[in-house]
């Protein structure tokens, strides 16, 4: 099945730096990557998603690049925020799979 | 955050004892999920179902049963043989797999 390996397990950065999360993933067939963001407490929700047709999908301050022959992809948060602190998720799905599989998870700090 | 509902919120049990938690969406989601979720392990999957009536086992099904009699409501019951039952268990839903999976507030189950 599915392996997804997310690096770091935690990160900290200053407040308006930029903050970068990797994962790689074990099956070639995978096409679907969502990046999902956990508050302390509370559930995690999508906050974006790639496809394997696109390399590279942005929305304001958050963008993900996927690279197929190298089977990994990438959170990018510029200019981060305290409120971009967070455990975040990475994960990988293929049509013929039955679930998602999650990465371990990054703890980001803000620090204002 | 609506459309997806778990309780309760937090759950006591002792030990040898069976306990069922709730999960129910009203977003006509055909897949749900269920997962725990230990500080540092992220999501492990327990057992999803696709549709009404059929559900498979995850990667930690043992100890767990769920049924899936309704296409809104998917409910999991830990039982005495789950050795350590004591974390955060999220249910979550989709329109399909490689789609955005949403997730339930979680239920927090403490065995006393």
């Known amino acids: 099945g599915e392996n997804v390996e997310q690096h770091p397990s935690t990160l900290s950065v200053q407040e308006g730096d930029s903050a970068v999360i990797k994962c790689t993933y074990s099956?070639?067939?995978?096409?679907?990557f969502p990046w999902y963001k956990q508050e302390l407490g509370k559930r995690p929700q999508l906050i974006i998603d790639?496809?394997?047709?696109?390399g590279e999908k942005k929305d304001q301050r958050i963008a993900v690049t996927l690279n197929k022959t190298a089977k990994h992809f990438s959170l990018h948060i510029t200019e981060t925020q305290p409120e971009d602190s967070a455990v975040y998720f990475c994960?990988?799905?293929?049509?013929?799979?039955?679930?998602?599989?999650f990465g371990t998870g990054t703890r980001l700090t803000v620090i204002p | 955050d609506g459309g997806i509902t778990q309780s309760p919120k937090y759950l006591f049990r002792k030990e040898g004892q069976n306990v069922t938690l709730s999960c129910e969406q009203n977003?006509?989601?055909?897949?749900m999920y269920w997962y725990r979720q230990d500080p540092g392990q992220g999501l492990r999957l327990i057992y999803y179902s696709q549709i009404v009536n059929d559900f498979q086992k995850g990667d930690i099904a043992e100890g767990y049963s769920v049924s899936r009699e309704k296409k809104e409501s998917f409910p999991l019951t830990v039982t005495s043989a789950q050795k350590n039952p004591t974390a955060f268990y999220l249910c979550a839903s989709s329109i399909g797999v490689a789609n955005e999976q949403f997730f339930g507030p979680g239920t927090r189950l403490t065995v006393l």
């Open positions: 790639i496809r394997s047709n696109v």
């Open positions: 977003l006509n989601h055909d897949a």
């Open positions: 099956d070639s067939a995978s096409n679907y």
């Open positions: 994960a990988a799905s293929t049509t013929g799979a039955n679930n998602l599989f």
